[in-house]
């Protein structure tokens, strides 16, 4: 049986950049989890919500804990993408825009004074002038944060955290997990090819498999959740949207945060551009690992892709005839806007890191350095983190 000191059990984001901290650490570490599938519509192991182009990143947000990771995260990509020899940061900014007075701008600015942000406030009517292709009612403010604001592409992040994480002494185990549970001598892992991994401690970083109790010994209290995303092509080179920056709008002042968001027109396999975008809006609930392979089996959501298409036409209405697909994707949700990170009662030698509610990529480096900190800890129950971050267990 190979035996490490940790093995983490979920090989996307949180879990390989929790890996990559962890080796660095100089721990003994396995990263054990399947590559993407080649066929994701009839794919019958696990998913993952990585498989993608284009994702925010800023550290403007109105959550200070999840602005604070963004930018210790941001801080890394140059390093990364420079060690691992690929790149997956564009640092074309990004911008918050809601109706002029929305509380969320507010906090916005907030989070701006507290780590001393270079805003651009301007109109819609600015915003326009600068990237022709966005149309905005009257009324509107625009928050642009400047480069290194922008998007990754995720799929190449992981595989450069994998990359780094390999050069920093960690092994990377290319099969699924299928089982997690304590020993006398620790924690074995078991994989979809029959091996029996051991290792005195394990960090389970599953995403939306998270309600598997197949790797948990209690189940955390969480909300996995299918999501729908729309891609909209534009004309290469279209001079309409040269310059255009990531975006997350709230059209109606009494939205929380956003009502939608996307990044700008994106090369993806298969050939042209696409601008992609989503919603915080409706989904299915997803309550094991059947029902997360169902829903990327499904394609994703009609009703939502409607919406998300509504609303996009209003800011790109020179968009409404181009051709247009779906993607599934899926996040896990919290009742705290924040992940779990923390051991399982009863099973200390198992921790978890899950929940990022849709905001992984962007500040995965940190919250992956934050579990890894929490499994490698004897003592991180008295860290300031553990209580913000106490896992919430299911009755």
């Known amino acids: 049986m190979r035996r490490y000191e940790?093995?983490?059990?979920?090989?996307?984001?949180?879990?390989?950049?929790?890996?990559?901290?962890?080796?660095?650490?100089?721990?003994?570490?396995?990263?054990?989890?399947?590559?993407?599938?080649?066929?994701?519509?009839?794919?019958?192991?696990?998913?993952?919500?990585?498989?993608?182009?284009?994702?925010?990143?800023?550290?403007?947000?109105t959550d200070p804990i999840w602005a604070d990771w963004a930018a210790k995260s941001i801080a890394r990509y140059a390093e990364i993408e420079e060690r691992s020899g690929i790149g997956f940061h564009t640092p074309c900014g990004a911008v918050r825009i809601a109706p002029t007075g929305a509380a969320s701008l507010a906090r916005a600015r907030k989070t701006s004074e507290r780590f001393d942000l270079e805003l651009q406030e301007m109109s819609?009517?600015?915003?326009?002038?600068?990237?022709?292709?966005?149309?905005?009612?009257?009324?509107?403010?625009?928050?642009?944060?400047?480069?290194?604001?922008?998007?990754?592409?995720?799929?190449?992040?992981?595989?450069?955290?994998?990359?780094?994480?390999?050069?920093?002494?960690?092994?990377?185990?290319?099969?699924?997990?299928?089982?997690?549970?304590?020993?006398?001598?620790?924690?074995?892992?078991?994989?979809?090819?029959?091996?029996?991994?051991?290792?005195?401690?394990?960090?389970?970083?599953?995403?939306?498999?998270?309600r598997d109790a197949r790797l948990l010994p209690l189940l955390p209290d969480l909300k996995p959740f299918g999501r729908t995303v729309v891609q909209i092509e534009v004309a290469a080179g279209d001079p309409a949207f040269h310059g255009m920056p990531s975006f997350i709008v709230a059209f109606d002042s009494d939205t929380a945060n956003y009502g939608f968001y996307g990044v700008p027109p994106v090369p993806y396999p298969g050939g042209g551009y696409w601008i992609k975008a989503g919603t915080g809006g409706i989904g299915d609930q997803l309550d094991g690992s059947d029902t997360v392979r169902d829903w990327f089996h499904a394609g994703g959501s009609a009703e939502e892709a409607r919406q998300i298409r509504d609303t996009m036409f209003r800011m790109f209405p020179?968009?409404?005839?181009?051709?247009?697909?779906?993607?599934?994707?899926?996040?896990?949700?919290?009742?705290?806007?924040?992940?779990?990170?923390?051991?399982?009662?009863?099973?200390?030698?198992?921790?978890?890191?899950?929940?990022?509610?849709?905001?992984?990529?962007?500040?995965?480096?940190?919250?992956?350095?934050?579990?890894?900190?929490?499994?490698?800890?004897?003592?991180?129950?008295?860290?300031?983190?553990?209580?913000?971050?106490?896992?919430?267990?299911?009755?």
């Not at 940790?6 to 984001?13: D, L, Q, R, T």
């Not at 923390?342 to 919250?367: D, N, T, W």
């Not at 553990?386 to 267990?393: E, F, N, V």
Request: charged content about 20%; some cysteine; glycine content about 10%.
């Open 6 to 61: 940790i093995a983490v059990v979920g090989a996307g984001m949180i879990g390989s950049s929790a890996a990559l901290a962890l080796a660095e650490a100089g721990m003994t570490v396995a990263l054990i989890g399947p590559g993407e599938p080649a066929d994701k519509s009839r794919h019958t192991g696990a998913y993952a919500s990585h498989y993608d182009e284009g994702r925010i990143t800023r550290v403007l947000d």
């Open 124 to 210: 819609g009517e600015d915003l326009t002038r600068r990237c022709p292709a966005i149309r905005l009612p009257e009324n509107f403010t625009v928050l642009w944060e400047p480069a290194p604001a922008g998007y990754v592409n995720p799929r190449r992040m992981v595989a450069a955290l994998k990359t780094v994480a390999r050069q920093s002494g960690a092994v990377l185990i290319e099969q699924e997990a299928t089982s997690v549970r304590t020993t006398g001598e620790g924690v074995e892992v078991l994989t979809s090819d029959g091996e029996a991994i051991g290792c005195d401690r394990a960090l389970v970083a599953v995403g939306p498999h998270a």
């Open 318 to 395: 020179s968009l409404a005839d181009a051709r247009w697909r779906t993607e599934p994707c899926a996040l896990v949700e919290t009742d705290t806007d924040r992940p779990l990170i923390g051991r399982v009662p009863g099973h200390e030698a198992i921790g978890i890191a899950l929940g990022c509610c849709g905001f992984a990529a962007k500040s995965c480096i940190a919250v992956g350095k934050t579990a890894a900190d929490m499994i490698a800890s004897e003592d991180w129950a008295q860290s300031a983190e553990a209580g913000p971050l106490a896992p919430r267990w299911r009755d």
